[in-house]
């Protein structure tokens, strides 16, 4: 977890099977749809970078709102 510009940003990772997330979409799991959820009604960004045998990377961003207009030397203490 870390503190960048203006966002708490959180990275989860593992070397492990990894999937196909174009094909995860059309999947009727409800994993990934509520995670993309939840991250999007607190106003921020999930990135998912996953392949086949080489593991997966999510990435959550939520803004945080007392940086938004903070000076930019500020936010990022």
């Given amino acids: 977890m ?6 708490v940003v959180l990275t989860i990772g593992d070397d492990g099977s ?3 997330p174009a094909d995860a979409r059309y999947r009727h799991g409800l994993g990934l749809i509520s995670l993309h959820e939840r991250v999007r009604l ?3 960004r999930l990135t998912i970078a996953s392949r086949p045998q080489r593991g997966t990377e999510l ?3 939520v803004p945080v709102p007392e940086f938004q207009n903070a000076p930019r030397d500020r936010a990022a203490r």
């Fill in 2 to 7: 870390e503190l960048d510009e203006r966002d």
């Fill in 18 to 20: 990894g999937f196909d």
């Fill in 42 to 44: 607190v106003g921020g």
């Fill in 59 to 61: 990435r959550v961003a």
